[in-house]
């Protein structure tokens, strides 16, 4: 792989996929950072106890139900969707920039073009999902149930309403794998060997 070209992986994660399990040990393969969700699942949940103000203006640039959860004023909203855009796409640029590893955030989206990035989605049937996030945060699998059916949905509707486009559709990755069927070692030796087959052959 030339040196030319740091590595990049983008990681989508359908909840419950583990991509806090397979994301680090990409990253420390490749050498890289790696930056995490920018949501964690307990903001998702219960978004007026763990909002660190951002959150909110997300919800109300995306309108509708989620607007009712907290945020500025309807009359503020178009302009929070501007700014909200672009402060995303400045912080995922950046983060590539000396390489890195990065989960959700529109990567995929934003580093479509980006030399030698590999863009990798994780998923699993829902029951695996399911148990995997109960075990991982120490949850209980009915309260893991509910997250995975809130959480799927608000994730997906984050990026079609604030930058037009379904992180769901398999066609925008180069990988997508199923956790449910291979362990995270595995799945991480995978996304290794494809980032630097793919950084290799950029111009």
């Given at each position: 792989m030339s040196s030319a070209v740091p590595p990049v992986v983008t990681l989508f994660e359908a909840y419950g996929s583990g991509a806090e399990e397979v994301g680090p040990r990409v990253a420390e393969a490749l050498g890289v950072a790696f930056h995490a969700q920018a949501f964690s699942s307990e903001q998702l949940e219960s978004p007026q106890q763990h909002d660190d103000g951002i959150l909110s203006r997300v919800f109300a640039a995306m309108g509708g139900s989620y607007a009712a959860l907290d945020g500025p004023a309807v009359a503020m909203a178009q302009r929070d969707d501007h700014e909200l855009i672009l402060r995303n796409t400045r912080w995922v640029t950046e983060a590539a920039r000396p390489g890195g590893v990065i989960?959700?955030?529109?990567g995929a989206?934003?580093?479509?073009?980006?030399?030698?990035?590999?863009?990798?989605?994780?998923?699993?049937p829902?029951?695996?999902?399911?148990?995997?996030?109960?075990r991982t945060?120490?949850?209980?699998p009915e309260r893991a149930a509910r997250r995975q059916r809130r959480e799927d949905g608000i994730r997906?509707?984050?990026s079609i309403q604030l930058?037009?486009?379904?992180?769901r559709e398999p066609t925008r990755y180069?990988?997508?794998?199923?956790?449910?069927?291979?362990?995270?070692?595995?799945?991480?030796d995978i996304i290794v060997h494809a980032s630097r087959v793919k950084a290799a052959g950029s111009p």
């Open positions: 989960v959700g955030r529109n989206l934003i580093l479509a073009a980006w030399p030698g990035a590999l863009h990798v989605r994780l998923d699993a829902v029951a695996a999902r399911v148990e995997r996030a109960a945060a120490g949850i209980t997906a509707d984050m930058y037009g486009w379904d992180p180069d990988l997508v794998l199923n956790t449910g069927t291979l362990h995270p070692d595995a799945c991480a």
